[in-house]
C-alpha cells in the first residue's frame, strides 16, 4: 500500500478552492468533501445536549444568565465537581476521570447483557487509535529480535496501519470477501497466518466491526469463530469497535467481541486477551475534534497491564472535555429528563438521515453501468467497486497515478467531489474501488450522487 | 530512579479524604494537594476571555442570548470560520488548523525579535510531552543496533524521562548544580557525555528552561554555552520552554534557544538541529485539561521531518478546543479591546500572586533549620533541599522508604499536605528535596507553609 495518494488529492483541494475564490470558471461552485469519517466536516450538526453540557462546564458563569435545562446545569454541576479544583483545565487520573471510567464500566456492562466490566480494565485516551497505538507498542517492545506481525484486514483505514508500521511491525494483510459481503473468513485468515511464515512473528488479530472502509456487521456466530481461530493460534484480539452505534441493515445487529466472547464461557471467556476499542468520534455525537476513546482489557496478563499503564501514563491524560462528551455519549438523557424531547429527536433525524443516504447510496450506485456495492450494514461509508475501463487504466499509467486515484483526481477536477481512492486502504489485486462519507446531510448526499452520476457517465463515455 | 513513589502517595491521598467523609479525627479537613504544576487543581482560576471564546465556540447559540465583549464574539466567530464544517468537533490537519499554526509562528517570531519562525516547521500537539515523545521516537529509531543515549538534566520532570525509557533509550543523566542556583554547566555535560561511553550513543541534549523541578533562569550567556557544546558534539537540541511565561526573578529574563541560535549566526544558526516545545498547560492560562501544545523543529533535515510528519499523522491531531486556547494564548487581547481590562486585570493579579508566593516560600523555607532553597528564578515550583536528621535516614530503611519518601508521607498524614519526594526527579547522592507548586492563591499558599512549618519543627524535634 502506498499512502498519501490521497494527501496529494487533499492539498489539490485547497489550491481548487483557492482557484474558485479567485474567479476562475468551474463546473461547481465548491467542493464537496466527503472523504473524512467526520459527520460535523460532513455538515451534520452536534448534539445540543452535549454542547449545552460542555459549554456550561467550560463558563459556568455564562450557564448562570441563560435558560438551560435543569438536567444539562446538573449534569455539568457534576461533572465539574469530578474534576480537580472544579475546572476542565486540570489535570485528570491516568486512565481518566475515576466516576466517569466507572460509567463507562457500567455501560459496557449494560450494552453487553450484564457480562461484568472493571474500571481498572479501561482506559480514556486522547482518541481510541492512541490507545491502540499504545498497545501496538507493547506487543511489538515484548518481542525479541523477531518482527512482530499482526493479522490487518484488506481493506483496511489507513491510521492503524501507518501506527503499526510505524513502529516497525509487518502488516500481515488477511482479505475480507467483497463477494461475500465483506466477511472475515478464518480460511483467509489461515491463510495469512501461512503467509507469515519466515517474514515475523504473528501475535495479534486486528478487526474492526462494524467495517471501514467496507461497510459489514459481523454477526454473532462470524465472531465466535474469529474468537475460535484466535484463541487457537494464541493471537492477542485487537477489535476496532467505533462504530458501534451506526448500524443500518435491518437484519444487522451490532455485538461486541467482549459480550460474545463473556456467552462463550471458559476456556475462552477466562484466557482470551482481548482489546476493544470505542471513541466519541464516532456514532451520533461525531465529537472528533473533542479527541476522545477508550480502551477495554480483557485477561490480559498482569505485568502487561502494568507496562501500559506506564505507557498511558507518559501524555498526561485525555482531553477532560473529550472525557466528558464520553460520559454523555455512554449516558445520554433518559425518558422523562428534560432534554430527552430535543435529544431524541436529533439523534433520530441523524439516524434516519443516514439510513436514507445508505439507500439513496446504493440505489444510485449500483444502478450505475460499472459501478456496484454491497450492502452497506453500518459504519460511515460506502465502498463500491469500479470496474475501470481498459482506456482509462491505460491513461492513468500514462500519468503515473493509480487507476483509482486517477478516477478520484478526475472526479475532483471535473465534478468538485472529494471522495478517496481504494488503493488507500488495500484492495484485492485488478479491483478498484472508491470511498465516501455516508454522513450527510440529505441534501448533500443527494448532490454527491448527482455530481457522481454526472462524472461518472461522462468518464464511462470518454474511456470506452 | 524509582518512579511511582509519589503515586503510592496520590493513592493514600484518596484513602485520607475518603477517612475524613467518614468522620475520622485528623488535625486537618482537607489534604492540600500542590504537588502537580497544575494552576487550576492547586485552586488558581481560569481566564476569563479564554473560557468566554471556547465556550462561545462550543455553543454559539449560547453566546447570541447573552452579554458577551465584541472581541469575544469576533473572535469566537473567526476561529469557528477556521473549522471544518464550522465546528470544533471536526478533525484538524495533521499540523493543526492552518491560520493557527501561521499565528503561532508570527508570535514566535515577535517574541525572538525578528527571528523568522515557518508554519511548516511546527506542529501543534495534545500536549508537549506527545510532541517530545515523537521526537525521542525518531531519534530511537533511526539508530542502528547500539542504545540510543538521551542527556537528560538531573533533577528532571518524570513524563520526560518516562517517555525516553519507554522506547528503550538510556537516560544520560548530566547534574545541574544546586550551589549554583541548579545552573546547567558545561562541564557537566562533558561528564555525562563521557559516561556514556561504552553504553550507549548519545545522540541528543534535553534542556528544561526554565527549570523543573528547579527554578532556574537560564542566562542569554549559558544558552550559549550549551548551543556550543551541542554543536561540536553533534547532538540534537530539545528545548523544554514550556514554563517561558512563569518568570519571577527581578533580574532573570526568558530568552528562547531558537532566539539565541538566531542570533549566533551561522554555522550555528543553520546547522544545530534544534525543537523547542511550548504547551497551553502553563503559563497563566493553565488549561492542563485541554491537553494541547506544540513543537518548532529547527534545521532538521527534510527525511526526518517526513517521518516525523508521519508519526504525527497516526493521532489525527490536536484536540480542537486546544489549539483554540494556543491561539488565544499566542495572540491574547490588546488594549484597546473590550476584553482587555479584565484579562489585563487578572493576568496581572496572578502574576502578582506567583511574585508574592515564591517571596514568601523562599522566606518561610530559608528561615526552617534544615531546609535550603535555591531562589525560584522561574517556573511553577519551588525544590529545596532538607538535611534530613541520621535518625529520619535510618527510620525511613526501616520502613522500606526513600528518605524523602518517607518525609513526604509523614507530611501527608500529620498535617495532610501532598508535596513530592525528591528522589521522584533523581538528585544528587546523599541530597534530599522536596517539590511543590508554588501557582495557588495566596491564602492556600499561606496555608501550605503554615503547616509544611509545624510539621516540620515538630519531625526534626522527634528525630534529633
Redesign the interface.
Known sequence: MKPYEYAILARRVRQINQELRQGVEKPYNEVI?VS?G??????L??L?FV??V??AC??P???D????PVDVRQRAQRLLGL??????????AIRGIPEIVQRVAEFISRRDGGAPSYPENIYIS??S??AL?NIFNILV?SQGSSRTGVLTPVPCHV?ST??LT?L?AVMVPYYVSEEEGWQIQVEKLNQALESAKGVCNPVALYVINPGNPSGYVQSKKSIQKVIRFASEKRLFLLADEVYQDCVWGDQSEFVSYKRVLAEMGPPFSDTMELASFHSA?KGFM??????CGYVELVNVDPAVMKHLH??F??????????QIALDLMTNPPQPGDPSYPLYNEETQNIKSTLVHNVKRALEVLNSLPGFCSQPVEGGAFAFPRIHLPAKAIQKAKEVGMRPDTFYCSRLLEEAGLLVTPGCEYGQKEGTYHIRFCIMTPKVIMEEVLKRLTSFHTQFMKDFS
Chains 1, 2 share one sequence.
Open positions: 468533501d473524512w467526520d459527520p460535523h466536516t460532513a455538515g450538526k452536534p445540543s454542547r449545552q460542555l459549554a467550560l463558563y458563569q455564562l450557564v444568565s441563560v435558560k438551560l474534576c480537580e479544583g472544579g475546572s476542565v483545565g486540570s489535570y485528570s486522547p482518541g487509535q492512541w497505538s517492545n491510521t501507518l501506527a510505524g516497525g468520534s461525531g465529537e472528533c475534534g473533542l479527541r506506564q505507557l501514563s507518559k501524555d498526561s491524560g485525555a482531553p477532560v472535555l473529550g
